[in-house]
T-cell receptor, first 112, second 114 residues
Framework: KQEVTQIPAALSVPEGENLVLNCSFT??????LQWFRQDPGKGLTSLLL?????REQTSGRLNASLDKSSGRSTLYIAASQPGDSATYLC???????????FGKGTLLTVNP | NAGVTQTPKFQVLKTGQSMTLQCAQD?????MYWYRQDPGMGLRLIYY???????DKGEVPNGYNVSRLNKREFSLRLESAAPSQTSVYFC?????????????FGPGTRLTVT
């Protein structure tokens, strides 16, 4: 059974700092990995999706990497801003089914 | 495009009452999903529909039923609500097989069962 772990559970940084969020998964036979952002009381917004054949994806100040063999992904946020404060979730899709398995998220607070 | 829409946004039920949560997507996606999100448990899949006319159980299907009404709409029904079903419910849809399977989420329904 796939398990997804996100460390740390919470992170507080000053504005302008570069930061890394971590995601690990137990079964490397994945189809893709998706990073989401969730603001309090809101739904999930897809940030980046990495296919299993890819090593990284970039969107603006965000860069996500994938090391399938070691079961790890990182989300790098450059020059963090208070508006980046949110919970960040990673989710993996297995190769043989439609299901996404989610981590429990990292609560990020960027202080002005 | 509205993306994925859900109604209602909030609902309070008494134990034993029934209700249907509605979900619709306008992205021409084949697959649709229902998740629940609980503190400390993360998001868990309740049911999904790989394509119109099919539905399958996820991790936590007990106490729920679903209907894939057409390609756009996927509803979740609670026949006899229980306090354990207090949660935030999210509907999602994903791109076609052979594409990325990227999932897009609705804004959620916050359900309280007293």
């Amino acid at each position: 059974k796939q398990e997804v772990t996100q460390i740390p559970a919470a992170l507080s940084v000053p504005e302008g700092e570069n930061l890394v969020l971590n995601c690990s998964f137990t079964d490397s036979a994945i189809y893709n990995l998706q990073w989401f952002r969730q603001d309090p009381g809101k739904g999930l917004t897809s940030l980046l999706l990495i296919q299993s054949s890819q090593r990284e994806q970039t969107s603006g100040r965000l860069n996500a990497s994938l090391d399938k063999s070691s079961g790890r992904s990182t989300l790098y946020i450059a020059a963090s801003q208070p508006g980046d404060s949110a919970t960040y979730l990673c989710a993996v899709k297995g190769g043989s089914n439609y299901k996404l398995t989610f981590g429990k998220g990292t609560l990020l607070t960027v202080n002005p | 495009n509205a993306g994925v829409t859900q109604t209602p946004k909030f609902q309070v039920l008494k134990t034993g009452q029934s209700m249907t949560l509605q979900c619709a997507q306008d992205m021409n996606h084949n697959s649709m999903y229902w998740y629940r999100q609980d503190p400390g448990m993360g998001l868990r899949l309740i049911y999904y529909s790989a394509s119109e006319g099919t539905t399958d159980k996820g991790e936590v299907p007990n106490g729920y039923n679903v209907s894939r009404l057409n390609k756009r709409e996927f509803s979740l029904r609670l026949e006899s609500a229980a306090p354990s079903q207090t949660s935030v419910y999210f509907c999602a849809s994903s791109t076609l097989p052979g594409q990325s399977y990227e999932q897009y989420f609705g804004p959620g329904t916050r359900l309280t069962v007293t």
